[in-house]
């Protein structure tokens, strides 16, 4: 089971990249205490092969529902099928000279044979159990971000949205800042206000006047 994590490609200066694959079949030989990634392990002192197959190389869909994959060959679909559980074999050879046969597991009789491979099934579940565990590299890793000097913390400046005026900008009728007089005709005087005596709005921007700044007034003629 190869897995292509990198699709060929080919740069824009002609460059030709080949794919990147990597083989998830070949089985990590080692202890469980020395890497989590340990696949197998033989013990030749006690005759004993520990053995951990991921799920998805035994084809296995649903492993809570024993559901695998099944396909035909003559009409070409592929289905998920329940099963009763697997039967594993073991063979030997050697490297040197593969075509010479090995040893078998079950030993059969012949002991060129298999024997009676039993049936190996697990009981189905609803809600997986599950437990915690510490990695390798976890105390490396604790000790470098222990390692990182702690800086003041500082409170990040939240952005004013745009489109708002600043909080400063009140809604209600402001004091007039200025007040311009010149003597009217027929009298009296002609009395100005200045913007700042107008309300201001904070979704238009404008003023009674059609100036930018504050909000119309239907009172004012």
Known sequence: MRVVTNRPRIGRDGTTYPAIAHDRSELLFARRQETTLADWYADSLTGTIEVRIPWGM????????????????????????????FRFVVQTFDPADPSRPGDRLPRGDPPAAFGDVALWRWPMWEEPRWYPEVKPQFEMMRTTFGEIPNLPHRRPSRPRPIGLLPPDACLERQAPRAIVGRPARGGGSDVRESAADRPFNAGSGTVGDGRPGALSDPTRS
């Open 58 to 85: 035994l084809h296995v869909l649903d492993p809570s529902s024993r559901m695998v994959l099944r396909g035909n060959a003559l009409t070409g679909r592929v289905a998920g099928l329940p099963t009763v559980g």
